[in-house]
């Protein structure tokens, strides 16, 4: 049994004319790419898929007349015309493939088979159109195999080829002539391994001369290996694919990130980061341009008792609801940042302060308008500050902190309102205030607080206690008072740590007095109405009171009247279970807030502290005097201790000693000390 041989020439003419019509079809395939065609997209294709499948019919029929077959064949021209036609679908399908957007894996893969296939079958089909009288042929299946693996692997470089060349800028035509070699060369390698694979009956076959042998597993050889060079190259092709695709889904998740990185998540506006970088380019185009820019800083007004009341769920949508509804408002020229929790910032280009104005009085009128969330109406106002560009500052931060400055003093006006930034006094106050605040962090952190020690007096100008007051030792600023940072500190909570600090302090001090036998207790400590709230308040005074192993009677808190008003019922349970632990009780600032004396009687406390403004103006036959001694005689029918505070005078301690009350506490009697001076000042005044 022998193979059949090849017409050398022939053979060449064969692999050109199938490189020349893949060329063809390639070129004609480009015209999909170019907007102009776009409306015959569907009648290029069609063409490109008959070109390519001529380029498959053409190669193997001159092939076939590269082999030197036995006198007496004939084609069937129904098959023959068959064999094109399958050829030509693969190719309609193939060009479509390669035309599309992407070129995943499966895509590639699906379509090398399909076209691998559509190739084989073309081939053989027009095999099967070939009669030969008096002989008999059948196929090598291995081969046959291999030639279909050939015909799949080179079809699939191709594809892979054909999708890097439409992306292609440079040397287009080089890789279109590598795309139409690739095109060929598969078509080329499938129909000579199908060749190979065919065998003629031994006894009906002319014998094949030696030379025509060796010429016959030369050129094998050459295509097999070329075969080969495919099937790798194809295997190449898709681990680059596969490559290739990671890398776009790694581009896409950065691009998402990076999306992420620049936009708040809930509301999806540009957040702080993205404001930065968005503001440094409109300030060049301005700057150029002399125009003006306006920062709108945005607040909204209690939004804290929104989500108490309703719900964070509720306030989350409150904040995307207002986000929508103030950014369907805005022109192309303007651009609303979320930079925090509740605060916006918004940014209108080329707006001058007249302008800036009319926006801000928009804003709050749409922020003002009813949300309906959860089946719940939900009103809501705004503060708002207004710095301009170049104006207020040349850079972002000095305009959100002047912006901030300007809302804060929107806040003192009364909420729902806006200002526009002047660098007046009491606006440099609150700058100063914000970096107080800043600094206050590092203080608790660090414990940078002292306390101070302002004596109590009997009657008889003994020492009957003292009150703690707490102090900031600034490290730049110096010795610091409560009313420059306690507003502060409630504000941001830091004021519950500072409240612990000061107990334990006084603590500690109790602790070595009544070592010492000292009359300076009991120490009165100021509490303020959050850590009143506070639920580890119990917790800490058990701990402090056992640690120190103190008498807890030696220990008075104190706390203002309007804390111990507000939620009266609650107040009263924890004032009993502060007295269980057998700790004094004492309201600060008795008269002015709420009308108490109903409650009076009802709350379990053992100390009443008049407030210095019934002092200050305190006269003979006056009526403070008269309010005075009400206060007074209903205090002591209740039991209780009655302190007058801000005793500055001979003759207001006077009056209040004839009054009856009980203790006295002024500068006219001692002022705020250290221990050490207020150690030293009892000593100095036994001697």
């Given amino acids: 049994m022998v193979h059949v041989d090849y017409d050398s020439t022939l053979v060449i003419v064969s692999i050109l004319v199938a490189v020349v019509i893949c060329y063809a079809a390639v070129s004609m395939e480009e015209l999909v790419f170019k907007a102009a065609y776009k409306k015959f997209e569907k009648s290029i294709l069609v063409a490109s898929g ?3 499948g ?6 193997h029929f001159v092939g076939m007349l590269a082999s030197h077959l036995p006198e007496g064949y004939h084609f069937d021209v129904g098959l023959t015309i068959l064999s094109y036609l399958i050829g030509a679908v693969a190719s309609i399908f193939a060009v479509w493939l390669t035309s599309r957007q992407t070129l995943p894996i499966a895509r590639l893969i699906l379509g090398a088979v399909f076209m691998g296939l559509g190739i084989s079958g073309m081939h053989y089909t027009g095999m099967m159109a070939l009669t030969v009288e008096y002989h008999q042929m059948y196929y090598d299946p291995l081969l046959v195999i291999c030639s279909i693996l050939i015909a799949i692997s080179g079809s699939g470089l191709s594809f892979f080829f054909i999708f890097k060349y439409k992306a292609a800028v440079n040397y287009r035509i080089t890789l279109k002539v590598i795309v139409a070699i690739l095109m060929a060369l598969s078509i080329v390698g499938m129909h000579y391994i199908g060749m190979a694979a065919t065998y003629f009956n031994e006894n009906l076959v002319k014998v094949i001369t030696p030379a025509q042998t060796e010429q016959s597993v030369l050129l094998f050889t050459i295509i097999v290996i070329t075969s080969l060079v495919f099937v790798a190259g194809f295997a190449v092709a898709i681990l680059e694919a596969r490559l290739e695709q990671r890398n776009q889904q790694l581009t896409l998740i950065n691009k998402e990130l990076a999306t992420q990185s620049l936009h708040d998540a809930l509301t999806k506006l540009p957040n702080r980061l993205y404001l930065t970088d968005y503001a440094e380019v409109v300030f060049t185009h301005h700057r150029l341009r002399e125009q003006k820019v306006a920062f709108l800083y945005i607040d909204l007004d209690r939004f804290k008792s929104v989500n ?13 609801q207002m986000a929508n509804r103030l950014h369907n408002q805005l022109n192309a020229n303007q651009r609303l940042f979320r930079i925090g929790g509740d605060e916006f910032v918004l940014i209108s280009e080329n707006t001058d302060n007249n302008g800036a104005m009319q926006l801000a009085e928009s804003i709050l009128y749409f922020i003002q308008e009813t949300y309906l969330i959860a089946g719940k109406d939900i009103n809501i106002s705004a503060s708002l500050g207004i710095a301009m560009y170049p104006e207020h500052g040349t850079n972002v931060q000095d305009l959100l902190i002047n912006a901030d400055i300007a809302m804060l003093m929107s806040k003192d006006q009364g909420r729902n309102t806006y200002t526009m930034f002047h660098a007046m006094t009491d606006q440099q106050d609150v700058r100063s205030q914000s970096k107080l605040i800043n600094d206050l962090y590092k203080a608790v952190d660090e414990q940078q607080f002292i306390l101070f020690y302002q004596p109590k007096f009997t009657a008889n100008y003994e020492v009957c206690g003292v ?3 707490i102090r900031w030792n600034h490290p730049s600023l110096g010795l610091l008072t409560p009313h420059m940072f306690i507003d502060g500190a409630e504000k941001t909570g830091l ?4 409240g612990y600090w000061a107990l334990e302090q006084a603590c500690q001090q109790i602790q070595k007095w009544e070592q010492e036998n000292s009359p300076f207790y009991p120490i009165a400590v100021n509490l303020s109405a959050l850590q009143f709230e506070n639920k580890k308040l119990f917790g800490v005074l058990e701990q402090l009171i056992e640690q120190y192993a103190i008498q807890p ?7 203002t009247e309007s804390t111990a008003m507000h939620h009266i019922d609650s107040s009263i349970r924890t004032l009993e279970r502060l007295r269980q632990l057998g700790i004094r009780i004492a309201i600060d600032d008795f008269g002015t807030g709420y009308s108490s004396f109903l409650y009076l009687k009802d709350l379990p406390v053992d100390e009443l502290k008049i407030d210095r403004g019934f002092i200050i103006d305190l006269q003979p036959n006056s009526k403070e005097e008269a309010i005075l001694e009400s206060i007074i005689h209903l205090a002591a029918k209740l039991g209780l201790t009655v302190t007058a505070e801000g005793v500055e005078t001979q003759q207001q301690a006077d009056i209040l000693t004839k009054l009856g009350c ?14 050490e001076s207020l150690v030293l000042h009892r000593q100095q005044r036994l001697a």
Avoid at 308 to 320: K, M, N, R, S, T
Wanted: glycine share 8%.
């Fill in 54 to 59: 001529l380029a498959i019919w053409s190669m």
């Fill in 50 to 52: 008959l070109i390519l």
């Fill in 553 to 559: 009677q030696h220990l008075i808190l104190e706390i």
């Fill in 495 to 498: 004021i519950i740590p500072m």
């Fill in 467 to 469: 009150e703690a007051l």
């Fill in 308 to 320: 108490d009341a309703f719900g964070h769920h509720v306030g989350d949508q409150l904040l995307i």
């Fill in 662 to 675: 009980h203790q006295l506490q002024g500068y006219l009697l001692g002022t705020p000390v250290n221990i």
